[in-house]
Every structure is written in C-alpha cells, then in structure tokens.
C-alpha cells in the first residue's frame, strides 16, 4: 500500500511504501463499531448513584388504614410509586460498563480503521511535524498552510512544543502512535502521521 507522503504546504511529494495488512486491509464495520463501543464504554467509571426505597429518609408509617378510605391501599411514602419515592432499580456507584475486547479484535479494528482512512484520502503522511516554539498561532499557522482543520496528529515522539500548541487547538489533537485510539481516529476528518509513527504502527499492528 503507497501512503500519500505531502510537504509543508500540502502538496503530494512522493508516496511511501507501507504495511498492506495495516492500510489495505477490508473494512469490516461489525468489528469497528465493536471496538470503538468498547473503547467509549471501558473509559466510563461509576459516578452516579441513586436512592431505593431503603434508603429514602421518609416515614415507614402506614400513610391511611388499609380499608375504609376509598383510596387505594398504600404501605410507605417511600415507595417507588410515589413522587419523591425510591428507584425501583437504582443506580450503584460501582456499576461496572466494562466489554470485553480481545487484543487479537483491537488490532485488527484499529487496521481496519486506518485502512479505511487510507481510502478515503483521509490520511496523510509527513517526514517530521515540530514548532519552533511552543506558541498555539504557529501550529495554527503550519496546519492551515497544510490544508488542515480538523486533524488528529500521530507522532513517534511527542515533542513538548507541538503537544503545547495543540493543546489550545478545539479541532486538533497531538498524541504518540502507541496511544492512538479508535473513537478518536473515527472522529477527526483527517489523521496525520509522521513517517516514523507509520514505522511504529506497523511494529504494533501489521
């Protein structure tokens, strides 16, 4: 599979030679949407915690007598029935989100991911992406001047002054090749390696 290798200004300089089992590999949406659920769903934590009626501080009194109201019968206040009652299934703060995804699965969604941004035009590669300093304007500037807006940044090694320009940037994100998620490579319009983060996806992947 030949990547499209471009320069400063976004122009296609020559293409690279990559990994067919990495870039070219069949889209299989069943495995991706697995695997970007999965990955959405293993980064919850259980936060929220809601009351049953046990631990609703309301009278256990009998609100009327069972007959002779015309009412209907009615044994706590607490009950889920009522405004102001218990849950009926309440939320725990130890609920676990958690799905299981094999290694073997999360390679091959992540190929699968890659292979189709490769055809989609949506993934480019660069020899080196760096910033003379850590200024926002001019990782600003360099990624217009590439054509690019909405970008996620894929680099071998994260280099302090591109990763503190980009933190200030909504539509860019600057991470290592190793961390590269799934949900992430999905959501960004474009993906932009370096030449040396091609090599270590490759190493991880193909």
């Given at each position: 599979?030949?990547?499209?290798l471009i320069n400063d200004q976004g122009e296609?300089?020559?293409?690279?030679a990559a990994s067919d089992a990495l870039f070219a590999r069949e889209y299989n949406e069943g495995l991706v949407h697995q695997v970007v659920t999965g990955f959405l769903a293993n980064?919850?934590?259980?936060?929220r915690a809601q009351k049953g009626r046990s631990e609703i501080a309301k009278s256990t009194r009998k609100p009327w007598r069972q007959k002779g109201t015309g009412r209907a019968r009615a044994g706590m206040a607490s009950s889920p029935l009522w405004r102001g009652?218990?849950?009926?299934?309440?939320?725990?703060?130890?609920?676990?989100?958690?799905?299981?995804?094999n290694r073997k699965m999360?390679?091959?969604g992540l190929s699968s991911i890659f292979s189709q941004l490769a055809r989609e035009g949506r993934l480019s590669v660069?020899?080196?992406l760096k910033v003379e300093a850590p200024k926002t304007k001019l990782l600003a500037q360099k990624l217009k001047g590439m054509g690019f807006e909405d970008v996620m940044v894929l680099t071998h090694d994260l280099d302090d002054n591109l990763y503190l320009s980009s933190r200030n940037l909504p539509n860019v994100l600057v991470v290592e090749?190793?961390?590269?998620?799934?949900?992430?490579l999905v959501r960004f319009g474009h993906v932009l390696l370096t030449r040396d983060a091609v090599k270590q996806l490759e190493e991880m992947l193909a």
């Open positions: 599979m030949d990547l499209k296609a300089t020559a293409t690279l980064a919850r934590s259980g936060q009652g218990g849950k009926i299934f309440p939320s725990s703060p130890d609920e676990n989100f958690t799905h299981k995804v999360y390679r091959a660069v020899d080196d090749a190793r961390r590269a998620d799934p949900y992430n």
